[in-house]
């Protein structure tokens, strides 16, 4: 069992940026995939980005690409989501979540661990 609180969103003009962070606790936390994930009002939740167990290799929704930059501090059992040059349509919940798998995957059935969620709202 991984237990995950994510941090960070709030309120912030667009072309702000926003430094997320999801603590885990529980189970090993460099045994996981870590991935974020975004749901906004009306919509399905999608992915944003993920991290492999290590660190050494990330994957990115093309909408965030060259904005966002996930990172990992697994002695500090945390996971980042840098976002650089926020637009409104970036307004969501943001969800952190943990694969036991090797893949980093983009489908949210692939995770099975999840945070609570943190708002960020980008206005325009």
């Known amino acids: 069992q991984v237990q995950l609180v994510e941090s960070g969103g709030g309120l912030v003009q667009a072309g702000g940026s926003l430094l997320l962070s999801c603590a885990a606790s529980?189970?090993?936390?460099?045994?996981?995939?870590m991935g974020w994930f975004r749901q906004a009002p009306g919509r399905e939740r999608e992915f944003v980005a993920a991290i492999s167990k290590s660190g050494s290799t990330t994957y990115y929704t093309d909408s965030v690409k060259g904005r966002f930059t996930i990172t990992r501090d697994n002695a500090k059992n945390t996971v980042f989501l840098q976002m650089n040059s926020l637009q409104p349509e970036d307004t969501a919940v943001y969800y952190c979540?943990?694969?036991?798998?090797?893949?980093?995957?983009?489908?949210?059935?692939?995770?099975?661990?999840w945070g609570q969620g943190t708002q960020v709202t980008v206005s325009s």
């Open positions: 529980g189970r090993t936390f460099s045994y996981y995939v």
């Open positions: 979540a943990a694969d036991r798998t090797d893949t980093l995957s983009r489908w949210s059935g692939a995770y099975d661990y």
